[in-house]
Nanobody, 124 residues
């Protein structure tokens, strides 16, 4: 069992940066794969990045070279650093967790625990 709380969202101009944080409440954070998803108005939830307990990471094509996912297992926290933001990056960003099982998918149905989301708005 784990609870997730996102923070760090806000409004920025195109080309700007944000760092999102996800604080996990529970005793087994280091056993979970962690991921970030986002959902814009009228769109399906899409995977952005994921990271394993050993800090192996994967990225969506739209995020690679601009976003960096990281985690601090001693602080039960996962981060998403977003650089060179574009208007199409706008949406609600969700933190998600799943007990590590050897894979690292960017598929929402593969994750069992979710935060409430934090809004990111990028203006042109």
């Amino acid at each position: 069992e784990i609870q997730l709380v996102e923070s760090g969202g806000g409004s920025v101009q195109a080309g700007g940066s944000l760092r999102l944080s996800c604080a996990a409440i529970g005793d087994s954070f280091k056993r979970y794969d962690m991921a970030w998803f986002r959902q814009g108005p009228g769109k399906e939830r899409e995977g952005v990045a994921a990271i394993s307990p050993g800090r192996f990471s994967v990225y969506a094509d739209s995020a690679k070279d601009r976003f960096t996912i990281s985690r601090d297992n001693s602080k039960n926290t996962v981060f998403l650093r977003m650089n060179s933001l574009k208007p199409e990056d706008s949406g609600v960003y969700y933190c998600a967790a799943e007990r590590a099982d050897g894979d690292l998918p960017l598929v929402a149905t593969e994750y069992s625990f979710w935060g409430q989301g934090t809004q990111v708005t990028v203006s042109s």
